[in-house]
C-alpha cells in the first residue's frame, strides 16, 4: 500500500514515515508539509491512502480534504490530528475524512487504519460479478 503523507511538523513526519515504511506490506511513497498541492500530488503518484494534519499553514486542510474527495474519491483520508475534540472529528468526517485518528502513543493505530481504509477502497473497486 502506497501512503502519502501530509504534516508540516518534520519529527511527526520522519516519525510517520519511518513507521510506514518499516511495515512490510506498505511504503510512504511522499510526504508534503502543507496542503497546497494534495490533489496534484495525489494525481501524480497514485497513493491507497492519504495520512493528513489539520493544523497547518498554507491552504486549509479541511478545503484540501475537500477538493480531493471530489476530485479523487477512490483515496481515502485519515485524518492524523493532534486535536481529540469532538467537533473537529466531525468536521473531518463532513469533508470526507473516512477516519480519524489523534496523534500520540505508538504506530499501531495508524497502521491498522491505513490497512483498513486501503482494504475497503480496493474493495469498492472491484466488479460485482
Do not use: W
Not at 511527526?12 to 513507521?19: D, G, L, S
Not at 490533489?39 to 486549509?60: F, I, R, S
Amino acid at each position: 500500500m502506497k501512503v502519502l503523507c501530509v504534516d508540516d511538523n518534520a519529527i511527526i513526519m520522519m516519525a510517520t514515515q519511518a513507521t510506514i515504511d518499516a511495515a512490510s506490506d506498505m511504503s510512504c511513497v511522499g510526504c508534503l508539509y502543507r496542503a497546497d498541492a494534495l490533489v496534484d500530488t495525489v494525481a501524480k503518484l497514485k497513493p491507497d491512502a492519504v495520512l493528513l494534519d489539520l493544523n497547518m499553514p498554507g491552504k486549509e486542510p479541511l478545503a484540501a480534504l475537500r477538493e480531493l474527495t471530489v476530485s479523487h474519491p477512490e483515496v481515502p483520508v485519515i485524518v492524523f490530528s493532534g486535536f481529540s475534540d469532538l467537533d473537529t472529528a466531525q468536521s473531518a468526517y463532513d469533508a470526507g475524512a473516512k477516519r480519524y485518528l489523534t496523534k500520540g502513543g505508538d504506530g499501531r493505530p495508524m497502521l491498522d487504519a491505513i490497512r483498513s481504509v486501503a482494504r475497503t477502497a480496493s474493495a469498492d473497486l472491484v466488479p460485482a460479478t
